[in-house]
């Protein structure tokens, strides 16, 4: 697929040559393809105004006009296309919404970020790389196109972007490119929290999570978004405390565990991410797992363990959800001890007997437990409310759920079979505590 995509691209470099303009492979894709690393997409630079762009090629999608930008499609692949520019004056630490075309590919490459992001390759493969990208790629340091300090202040989501692509990379922050982050991080406050999100978003899911957490940590970025954050407590949390995060399968799921090592409730954590601007998917995901690893610690912490382990692991079950368990059950595995209070020393030796015992209950058999449910859900309740209803000749009212829960709780918790006649029966008998609590 990516051999395919670069000779596209590189079709696309030709053409716009045959027809006397200039153009080049540029920025990320140049980067990578020097690495060796798989490229996502090949970005193309040209003199050729958009309209000359536009006339030149079958299929192409305005998606980016005001900046230059067309994106030529071929074999469905998209390949975005942008005119040679400058960017005019920067307001308010952003990069502008007007840019000026421009003849010159090395003031184009000027604008850019990193030096290993201001590289091109020409149609034959020749490597333009006027700021020293390579060098830096070698000696695997990252640095400012130009003076740090004044990059920063034009574009201050450069500062995320340089954490970014240091942890993705493994590359060390030269040295005034850090000593500028230090003095501009400050100008965060100006970006968007939906960018921010989504370089956090990006570190985390990135190849050294770890990495990302020190360098976000040492630059105490979190500290200076737009609107005040949770996650930046972060920073008091001691690196060398962080397991690997990479043993974590997903950026959602080590974003909870962060949230769950700074000791956050759910509704804190569903606050925070919402700031954050994450999805209501993810808000939703990572509060019932957050709901759930408080409930199975209140039950550590009273000394849950053998059949008490699994009552608690199917009770959370009903409340928050198979998906949810079997997240909080990879992060108990990594660091259960942590995360659950074991490793305290004020815990008595007893009860942290009993929490290991629940831990150990809940990573071996709770996958198990959860397969072995007849019943986990309201759904799969072999009765309805309006069974219950027509079988005990009374009103529908509270009473009706109070007991549908009471029964699925009982189904599940595998005291009752899940069949019409038991689940029936067992109703007649219940219905008369679950009147009583309804009247309470
Ligand atoms: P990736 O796609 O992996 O994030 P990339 O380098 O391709 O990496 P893009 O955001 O796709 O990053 O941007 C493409 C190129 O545009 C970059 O390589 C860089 O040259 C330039 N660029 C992007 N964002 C900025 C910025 N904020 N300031 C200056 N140059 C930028
Ligand atoms: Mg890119």
């Not at 790629?137 to 640095?143: F, G, P, T």
């Not at 990059?151 to 201050?156: I, L, P, Y």
């Not at 608690?312 to 209070?341: E, M, S, T």
Request: proline letters at 3%.
């Amino acid at each position: 697929m990516s051999t395919q995509m670069k000779s596209a691209a590189l079709a696309i470099v030709r053409r716009l040559n045959e027809h006397g303009f200039q153009a080049y492979l540029v920025g990320g894709c140049v980067r990578d393809e020097m690495l060796g690393r798989t490229v996502k997409d090949y970005d193309i630079a040209t003199s050729a105004r958009p309209e000359q762009v536009q006339a030149l090629f079958e299929r192409t999608v305005p998606t980016g006009l005001q900046h230059g930008t067309v994106t030529v499609v071929v074999n469905r692949v998209p390949y975005e296309v942008t005119t040679f520019r400058r960017e005019g004056d920067y307001e308010g630490f952003r990069r502008p919404a007007e840019v000026e075309y421009i003849d010159s590919l090395l003031e184009d490459l000027k604008r850019r970020d990193f030096t290993m992001n201001a590289m091109a390759l020409n149609a034959e493969g020749g490597l333009v790389d006027p700021f020293g990208g390579m060098t830096d790629m070698n000696e695997r340091l990252l640095r400012c196109v130009g003076a740090a300090e004044e990059r920063f202040r034009e574009d201050a989501l450069r500062m995320l972007r340089c954490l970014r692509f240091a942890s993705e990379y493994g590359l060390r922050i030269e040295e005034k490119t850090w000593a500028a982050l230090q003095a501009c991080v400050g100008l965060l406050q100006h970006i968007a929290m939906e960018r921010c999100r989504a370089e956090l978003e990006r570190m985390l899911g990135g190849a050294d999570p770890n990495r990302a957490l020190e360098l976000l940590a040492g630059s105490s970025a979190l500290r200076h978004t737009k609107t005040d954050i949770e996650l930046a407590k972060l920073d008091g949390i001691p690196s060398e405390s962080w397991p690997d995060l990479l043993a974590i399968p997903s950026a959602d799921e080590r974003l909870v565990y962060l949230y769950l090592r700074l000791g956050l409730e759910a509704s804190a954590i569903t606050e925070d991410l919402k700031r954050l601007t994450f999805s209501n998917a993810q808000q939703d995901a990572a509060s019932r797992t957050a709901g759930a690893h408080r409930e199975l610690s209140a039950s550590a912490a009273g000394g849950a363990s053998g059949g008490n382990a699994r009552e608690a692991w199917i009770r959370a079950l009903l409340r928050y959800g198979a998906d949810a368990l079997l997240r909080l059950r990879r992060l108990y595995a990594l660091d259960g001890h942590r995360l659950l209070g074991l490793r305290s020393l004020e815990i008595m030796d007893e009860a942290r007997a009993a929490g290991e015992a629940a831990l150990d209950a809940w990573i071996l058999s709770g996958p198990a437990w959860l397969e072995a449910v007849p019943a986990g859900s309201l759904k799969e309740l072999q009765v309805s409310g309006q069974d219950l209803v027509r079988h005990l000749g009374d009103k529908p009212g509270p009473w009706t759920g109070l007991l549908l829960s009471r029964l699925l709780e009982e189904t599940a918790l595998g005291r009752l079979s899940n069949d019409r006649d038991t689940l029936l029966t067992a109703a007649m008998e219940l219905y008369e505590t679950v009147q009583k609590k309804e009247h309470a």
